[in-house]
């Protein structure tokens, strides 16, 4: 069932989780402060796949996936790109903030952050709720697996 064409429908997705892979494991050796080779390869990514997306819009066709469970129409394929410009907008303002409270001993804002907009990916393009639910299921897990870690870091005392 899987074809060519299906291919090409969610080659978005499939840039981001293997990016979001390529990003996670290059981040184990990173050891600035603020991630900068992390956050660099993570909004190049969010770039390309923006553009992808963007691209596909404006060819203007629907075509459809994996036996009719995923579609790639124009609004899809906008809001799709709206939503990883969104994604860069948040990771600028929220990668200093998270450096100012020393959130970012590890590269895992970056990595949950693009596993997240995968899960956005997925509930955009799912045209049934089998396809729906995963896609759901990918945003909560990525966005709960942070929280917690960003909630018990030690603050730091203000300097005087």
Same mark, same amino acid.
């Given at each position: 069932?899987?074809d060519?064409?299906?291919l ?6 499939i ?6 892979c ?7 050796g ?20 923006a553009w992808?997306?963007?691209d596909?819009?404006?060819?203007g066709?629907t075509?459809y996936?994996? @036996?009719k ?8 394929? %906008?809001?799709? +790109?709206? $939503? &990883?410009?969104?994604m ?5 303002y929220?990668?200093?903030y ?11 804002l ?13 509930m955009?393009?799912?045209?049934n709720f089998?396809?729906?639910?995963p @896609?759901?299921?990918?945003?909560r897990?990525?966005?709960?697996r %942070?929280?917690? +870690?960003? $909630? &018990?870091?030690?603050?730091?005392p203000?300097?005087p």
């Amino acid at each position: 069932m899987i074809d060519k064409l299906s291919l090409i429908v969610v080659s978005p997705e499939i840039l981001l989780l293997v990016m979001a892979c390529v990003i996670a494991l290059v981040d184990l050796g990173v050891k600035s402060r603020l991630r900068d080779l992390t956050y660099w390869l993570t909004m190049a990514t969010l770039a390309v796949v923006a553009w992808f997306c963007a691209d596909f819009a404006m060819r203007g066709e629907t075509l459809y996936a994996f @036996g009719k469970m995923v579609v790639s129409d124009p609004m899809g394929n %906008w809001l799709k +790109c709206f $939503a &990883t410009l969104a994604m860069m907008v948040c990771l600028v303002y929220g990668r200093p903030y998270a450096g100012d409270r020393d959130m970012l001993r590890g590269g895992e804002l970056f990595t949950l952050a693009m596993l997240s907009l995968l899960g956005i990916f997925v509930m955009i393009s799912g045209s049934n709720f089998p396809v729906i639910y995963p @896609g759901l299921n990918c945003s909560r897990c990525a966005a709960t697996r %942070w929280w917690p +870690c960003a $909630a &018990t870091t030690p603050r730091r005392p203000k300097p005087p």
